[in-house]
């Protein structure tokens, strides 16, 4: 039903006529493959988001398969019911930050011969496992990149206990995955020395700031976004959501234009006005991602809807898109070009805050369907009876969380993953068709509409 409703909306969308070289193609699924750090989706949500909107006539799957407190060795045991079961045509793999074991390190540096030799196994371990996972993939002639960790924050100064030396570790971590994406010849995307560069160069201002977060472990919406401008840069996705070039004629600006289509350009004294469809949409911006943008050039580099004006005589000119004032600007402005990704009261950036909502719902039943996969993989394997039995299994996840997290720090959360996944674990079917539904529903509100351009000097 899946690849029946994909195939239908690539035909009946048709495709673009500027093409654009992109990494993943119309009809591609994509498995995003790790631990919480990936279960909760940030990073692979915003290239997704990315994706859909600059090529909404080239569908995608992007499936989110990852689990919290993930090892390699989890990623194997789930690998047939949890990630194959997909069908991949690519596989993108982010592991280490569990695989180090960060409870054989501590608030101070140790020269313990015993401890020492349970870091080092831990990651040879990770080393043999990450290698067997790679095979698995490869073997089925299914895509892999790969994703050097994510950093631990062990340099911040706040409340959180300190692991130091974890980073260190998953530094080590992330030059074997540099081995094996050499081995192998696969691409890999570099998080660990970004998010290192920046975290440094934070902290080197304000000794309390992390671009992790408070449990040193986990990015916030900007590191996220961070990591969605590494994945996007590292595989050369393409700048330009449009390049809108107005000249003397529609012909003439149709050529120096791409993609998107100009009609009816006329130039006259005291303005301009055409009607332009673009091919794409602007990527659109959460208020807590803005620190993000000031840490790397994300619009700059990923999201450029420029509208340059050739012959621009007058001091100050208005700008509206069907009929409603986008801003004023000067000749210079006009001949240099403005990015229209920077006006957010554009139809074409509200537009894709509409993609963006649709998404966002997906992504919230793509969050349950993981807590189910959490607590069935991670607590539930344990269990000898009925799942259907819903009775019998609250007494025993109830049980498990008073003998072993009661009294740990992530008591509350196993105490909300239990209680979810009790309300969830019988609507998986159902959760999982409204993610099929808003993906297409995500794709047709992506399509692109004509508006009418109109700039006129401004006395």
Known sequence: MKSILFIFLIQALGYLPFAQSTLFKAGDRVCFV????????????????????????????????????????????RMNSDILIHHPTYAVIKLGMNDVMRKYYGSIPTNNVDTLRLRENAINVYKEKFDSIIHIFLSKNIKVILQKPTIYDQTAIIKKENNFGVNDALKVCADYIQTLADKYQLPVVDYWTILNKINTDLQKKEASATIIGQDRVHPGAEGHLIMAYQFLKTTNSPKYVAQIIIDNNTKRSNQLSTNCTLKNVEVKKGGFQFKVKENALPFPISDDQKQGLELVSFIDDLSVEQLVVNHCTANKYELTIDDSIIGFFSAAELSKGINLSNCHNTPQYQQANTVKTILNKLWKDESDIRTIAFVEYNTLNTFQGNLNDLGAVKTYLDSVYSNKFSKTEYASYYKSQFEKYLKLCSMRKLLTDEVEKLRVKAYQAAQPVEHQFAIKEVN
């Open 34 to 77: 790790g631990n919480s750090i990936t279960a909760g989706g940030g990073f692979h949500h915003n290239i997704s988001l990315y994706y859909t909107t600059r090529f909404p006539n080239q569908p995608l799957t992007f499936i989110n398969c990852g689990v919290p407190g993930d090892q390699c060795y989890n990623v194997l045991k």
